[in-house]
């Protein structure tokens, strides 16, 4: 069955810093991969996806991420953090054949310091 | 372009009693999923609609259900309500049904079951 780990459930970062957030997943096929950011209130907003290709990912408000098949990771980045990046994080994995059904991570609750 | 709306944002009710929430796709838009997300199971699929038919459905007891119209707005009712009903249902819209497309989210609606 297919899976999702986020393994920080908080991750702690200054401004300016860079950032990581963590994804491991496991799938029986090939995986397509997800971020997706929410703000408190709000639904989920698309950050970028890995479908095949190249294994860095670039995505929307200077995020990427890294799809790495050895490891069955796909760690979201982003090289200088802002305050206003502070919202949690999910990332999500979907198999081949299964339409949109998405599955999530736990989460991953980003907070950047000024 | 106009995003997923969904209505009511806020809901209360008894236990036993029924609901039902809507959810507008993004114009043109032709398939729309269906997750529940808790504090204590996260994110969690409920259904997806393609062209009027259920194309993928999640774990959940038959007392969730839901359903797509011509215009590809949806309706997921869940009968019967218990006190864990309460939640965040949120509904997602993508172009066509397919692993490779992103889904595009709305704000939510906020259930509470008393």
Sequence with gaps: ?114 | KAGVTQTPRYLIKTRGQQVTLSCSPISGHRSVSWYQQTPGQGLQFLFEYFSETQRNKGNFPGRFSGRQFSNSRSEMNVSTLELGDSALYLCASSPYWGSSYEQYFGPGTRLTVT
């Design chain 1, 1 to 114: 069955a297919q899976s999702v780990a986020q393994p920080e459930d908080q991750v702690n970062v200054a401004e300016g810093n860079p950032l990581t957030v963590k994804c491991t997943y496991s799938v029986s096929g090939n995986p397509y991969l997800f971020w997706y950011v929410q703000y408190p209130n709000r639904g989920l907003q698309f950050l970028l996806k890995y479908i095949t290709g190249d294994n860095l990912v670039k995505g929307s408000y200077g995020f990427e991420a890294e799809f790495n098949k050895s490891q069955t990771s796909f760690h979201l980045k982003k090289p200088s953090a802002l305050v206003s990046d502070s919202a949690l994080y999910f990332c999500a994995v979907r198999e081949y054949n299964q339409g949109g059904k998405l599955i999530f991570g736990q989460g991953t609750e980003l907070s950047v310091k000024p």
